[in-house]
């Protein structure tokens, strides 16, 4: 069963290719650029891009992975109906249903919309924050402060190796047609708690310094970031001082161990917080 994996140079795309070819599976991975890739030789490496779906090469596919580009999303479903592709396996988001204005929601909406309504065979992946996230403190961090706001806001942030490797087991074995699994990391930790962690992972000081909402929005508005997606990413975080997150626990169903915690996720990324 050839699997196409979008998106394979992409942040959870590039360690599904690597999780489907251990697991032997015939693995077609879609990039713009093959040279700069550099993508596994075992892999069928081929040129297209979601964003021009007619670029896509579907024959032969069997499955595809399909990464969140909701501007094309019908056409490409429309391609691969008509190449005969029955099993489709979405990453989407947790945000799905969250109607403010700057939510990701609304992108991951129109995908899984776009797939069912096309008739596949579909999963929806739903993961949370990612762990990833805050790579963006690596400057702070090594600086000795990091500075943010809502210190407290609880969240349960996933490795993106755990969803590349429940997406490579919902591909490749039965019982996942027509579910939608919201996917977390497997414990509850705030912002200031990570800040705790690195301290200790890395062994040296880091002093937390809590921005107010205004500070907060004034730095990131002044990064670029839209001023709609800034307000739903603090009104996030305002929303788990209330309500903080818990784990879901799907991560440990499906793959049958424990989820990467905050703590092994920082110790494999010690390099680059330095």
């Given at each position: 069963?050839?699997?196409?994996?979008?998106?394979?140079?992409?942040?959870?795309?590039?360690?599904?290719?690597?999780?489907?070819l251990a697991l032997g599976a015939p693995v077609r991975a879609l990039t713009v650029d093959p040279e700069r890739a550099h993508l596994p030789s075992a892999a069928e490496v081929v040129v297209g891009s979601l964003a021009r779906p007619s670029t896509v090469p579907l024959d032969g596919v069997d499955a595809v992975y399909l990464a969140p580009m909701a501007r094309t999303v019908r056409r490409f479903c429309e391609l691969a109906t008509e190449a005969g592709i029955k099993r489709v396996v979405a990453l989407?988001?947790?945000?799905?249903?969250?109607?403010?204005?700057?939510?990701?929601g609304n992108e991951y909406g129109t995908v899984e919309a776009a797939v069912r309504e096309a008739g596949f065979a579909w999963t929806f992946l739903r993961p949370g924050v990612f762990m990833n996230n805050t790579l963006d403190w690596a400057p702070m961090v090594?600086?000795?402060?990091?500075?943010?706001?809502?210190?407290?806001?609880?969240q349960t942030p996933i490795d993106l190796g755990d969803i590349a490797a429940v997406a490579a087991r919902v591909l490749t074995?039965?019982?996942?047609?027509?579910?939608?699994?919201?996917?977390?990391?497997?414990?509850?930790v705030s912002l200031r708690g990570q800040v705790a962690t690195l301290e200790s992972v890395l062994g040296k000081e880091i002093r937390f310094r809590e921005l107010t909402r205004a500070e907060q929005?004034?730095?990131?508005?002044g990064y670029g970031v839209p001023e709609q997606a800034v307000d739903w990413i603090l009104d996030g975080f305002e929303e788990t001082l209330r309500h903080p997150q818990v784990p879901t626990g799907v991560v440990e169903e499906l793959l049958g161990r424990p989820g990467t915690t905050y703590a092994d996720w920082a110790a494999a990324n010690r390099e680059v917080f330095g």
């Open positions: 069963m050839t699997i196409l994996v979008t998106g394979a140079t992409g942040s959870v795309g590039r360690l599904l290719v690597d999780e489907l989407s988001g947790s945000s799905v249903g969250d109607d403010h204005e700057g939510s990701s090594r600086a000795g402060e990091v500075a943010v706001a809502y210190g407290d806001a609880t074995t039965e019982g996942h047609v027509g579910a939608t699994y919201v996917l977390s990391g497997p414990e509850a929005r004034a730095q990131w508005v």
